[in-house]
């Protein structure tokens, strides 16, 4: 990112961050063209700037593409399909009832961009089978913690893959992260001969996303600055 300079204002350097910050989302229907190792390298780069506590960076990423990709992919789905895995617990229950409209609210428009009707079991399983397949993007990210640290370090885990999601869509690539990987560790950690101090955190889909797909063009709202930030001692 340039200083602003007069050949790169103040002005502008905020137009551009906000526009990419803005127009990142969650990419599940991607073209086939793949991703040169250097360009993920360099998204990479960029994202080890984020900040962490202490400065302890303890980040670790696995990047799949091609024939690895694949395996690691057949092996996730055939030990989803086995039932291997526990119950996803992402969450708590009960979920306070702000969160819980939120997570409703997501479901009905996620599923409506596919066609999937709300009952439709099968359909809704397939669909988050195509998880563990990296929606058919070209690289596949594995995001891991060492588990003796505290969940504070998750914090920095979490500001860096912010990171990673925005340093690619300001090259134009697309993004998903996703927890459905989390459940699947054994599988990752033989596949990608994991130290058994790590654990997966989550995993991220990586390409150029496909605009016609309709599951790409539904926008998933926010809350405005007023529903979550308090401001106090500013002049009125
Ligand atoms: C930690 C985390 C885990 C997520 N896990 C999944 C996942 O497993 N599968 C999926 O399709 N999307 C997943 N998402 C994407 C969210 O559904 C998405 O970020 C949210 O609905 C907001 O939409 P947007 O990213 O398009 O703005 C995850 C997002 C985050 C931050």
Known sequence: MPQATTEWPQAA???????????????RAFRPPPLRRQLVEEILDDAASAPSGANIQPWRVYVVSG???DELADALVAASRA?????????????PDVYRARMIDFGTRYYASLGIARDDATARAR???????FFGAPVGLIFTIDRRLKPHSWIDLGLFAQCVMIAAKA?????????????FHDVLAARLHMPPEEMTAFGMSMGYGDPE???????MPRALVADFAQFQGFPA
């Open 127 to 133: 669909q988050t089978e195509r998880n563990f397949s």
């Open 83 to 95: 039932g291997r895995a526990p119950p996803p617990a992402h969450f708590p229950e009960p979920l």
């Open 13 to 27: 350097i905020a137009e551009c961050v906000s526009a990419v910050v803005r127009s990142r989302r969650s990419v």
């Open 171 to 183: 090259r134009g690539v697309d993004t998903c992260p996703q927890v459905s990987f989390a459940p």
């Open 213 to 219: 797909a309709r599951v790409n063009r539904t926008r």
């Open 67 to 69: 024939a690895a990709k």
